[in-house]
């Protein structure tokens, strides 16, 4: 900025200014802008290494990755099993299906199709939910309810943020540049929705917020949902969440989209999928009755075996669990109600977080990524936890072959899914490839079988998701590759009207 004001100053010829500009800006291809960028591990947490961080650096190292930069050759796929066979190179991610049926074990085989219900809590994280967690769990009832499920300890958001729950969870879909949802026009793609309704199930989406948020309701009219409610369509008798001081209120809390969902699900026609996301448990985390749960939350901190140190500061994050115990305690009212339906034993229940809860310090990277997944269902024949990691991706694929193995739905012989199916493995174990958005517009966390790739660096996954280090740098190549191919992949599918071809629009 400092030379290209001085040049004003100076009378030299333009076309002389112009040139230099020129050469300056030419000269910012040819430097190891990456190198710019501080180490994120070098920082306590995210916050600390954003505000170190060179703004412009940091900008121009993301154009410089993201627009083909420091390009890799594509040594193999993302995909496990090695290469993707490419049935049609307009389609980057079509691919032969993969029975995927885990499910079909565990559930007693009923001749009338089931219901499906998914509960997606907003920043419902295995840091404060579950076994093993580092400073006590705050969700009794899910716990409890755990015990009665199929349980993944090692379970994996798509994304950061709310903006990929719904593409990652439904369609097993690929990010594009800032997400699914974002692209200027959405492509044709197969999901869980669409597939279903085309084998006359109803499909319904509740939300406490407004249906529109993240283009949520565009990916919802793209897929033909039957029903979508928002925070728009809730009667007056419904009391919206406590606003903050500027009058903002996120919509509706837990309970009444408990209740609303409750409601219309009695009238709704079986068989049917329906999705409820929460919104209580999201910024600026107020709640009604919030000093009940306050007391409650503080009583829990003050219980763990922790240093006072350590108690001070999570108590300094009283409203986020405040917001965990109500949400907790919301879901038991749920399934108390939800139990009365006849329905109910004809049911499949998914519940999950759509990412973990940034707003409560998290210990590493993959953390932030790291949530519950419990599949609950009085049709289940036994209960079982499992330590093999997958993630959201890999629901609808498993859901799909359950129910072409069942009732014999028709299913699509090519996909373009993302995961392979949910992994039933008793043992730790990780043989899957996750490509992980941060943040819209952040692609840049990978999970590549047992190693964590994240900025450059490179780690070994553990117990609990926990992460090491690792310096070999052989293999952080191989991985950057990896990843690479995925980034290639993403981009080629940008703008194409489809991601599958002519033969299979059956399913628009």
């Given amino acids: 900025v400092f030379v290209f004001k001085l040049l004003q100053k100076i009378s030299y010829n333009k076309i002389i200014v112009y040139a230099f500009s020129i050469i300056c800006l030419g000269a910012l291809f040819f430097i190891n802008i990456p190198s710019l960028i501080p180490k994120s591990g070098n920082y306590e947490n995210e916050l600390e290494y954003y505000v170190v961080t060179n703004k412009l650096a940091y900008f121009g190292s993301k154009t410089y990755v993201n627009f083909g930069g420091n390009d890799i050759n594509d040594q193999g796929s993302f995909y496990e099993g090695g290469a993707i066979r490419n049935f049609d190179p307009a389609f980057s991610f079509l691919r032969k299906e993969k029975n995927s049926d885990i499910l079909s074990p565990f559930l007693t085989k009923d001749s009338i199709k089931p219901d499906f219900v998914f509960v997606v809590i907003e920043g419902l994280g295995r840091a404060f939910s579950g076994p093993n967690t580092a400073f006590g769990s705050y969700t009794p009832f899910l716990d409890s309810l755990s015990m009665s499920s199929l349980y993944w300890e090692n379970f ?103 209740d609303k969902s409750i409601n219309m699900i009695k009238a709704s026609p079986s068989p ?27 009583e829990k901190i003050n219980s763990l075996n922790l240093t006072q140190e350590l108690k001070e500061t999570h108590l300094g ?133 047992s190693f964590f790739y994240s900025e450059g660096e490179l780690f070994k996954i553990g117990f609990n998701m926990g992460i090491e280090k690792v310096n070999d740098d052989k293999k952080t190549q191989e991985i950057a590759s990896q990843f690479q191919s995925f980034k290639q992949r993403n981009a080629s599918a940008i703008d194409k009207p489809s991601l599958y071809p002519d033969s299979l629009k059956i399913y628009k």
Wanted: with cysteine.
């Fill in 272 to 298: 049917a999928v329906h999705l409820l996301l929460t919104v209580s448990t999201h910024s600026p985390f107020l709640i009604a009755n919030q000093a009940m749960y306050e007391k409650q939350a503080a």
């Fill in 156 to 258: 994996t958001s798509t994304s950061g943020r709310t903006f990929a729950i719904l593409p990652s969870l439904l369609g097993s879909l690929p990010f594009y540049e800032n997400g699914f949802n974002d692209v200027a026009k959405m492509p044709d793609h197969f999901s869980l929705f669409n597939v279903l309704k085309k084998n006359a199930y109803h499909t319904a989406y509740y939300y406490g917020g407004e249906a529109a948020f993240d283009n949520m309701q565009t990916f919802l009219k793209k897929n033909n949902t039957n029903t979508i409610i928002g925070s728009e369509q809730f009667e007056k008798s419904y009391t919206r969440l406590p606003p903050k001081a500027n009058g903002f209120s996120w919509g509706f809390g837990d309970i009444e989209l408990y």
């Fill in 317 to 449: 994050y009283i409203k986020q669990y405040s917001t965990i115990l109500y949400a907790d305690g919301a879901l038991r009212r749920f399934f108390t109600e939800y139990a009365k339906l006849p329905k109910f034993r004809n049911t499949i229940f998914i519940i999950t977080g759509d990412h973990q809860l940034p707003e409560i310090p998290i210990g590493t990277r993959l953390a932030r990524f790291h949530v519950p997944l419990m599949i609950y269902s009085p049709l289940l024949k036994r209960a079982a936890s499992f330590k093999g990691i997958c993630s959201q991706f890999d629901i609808t694929p498993s859901i799909l072959n359950y129910m072409g193995n069942n009732f014999k739905l028709p299913l699509p012989k090519l996909t373009h899914w993302m995961g392979s199916g949910l992994d039933t493995s008793r043992d730790f174990r990780s043989v899957k490839k996750i490509p992980l958005m941060r943040n819209k517009n952040e692609l840049l966390d990978f999970i590549s079988d």
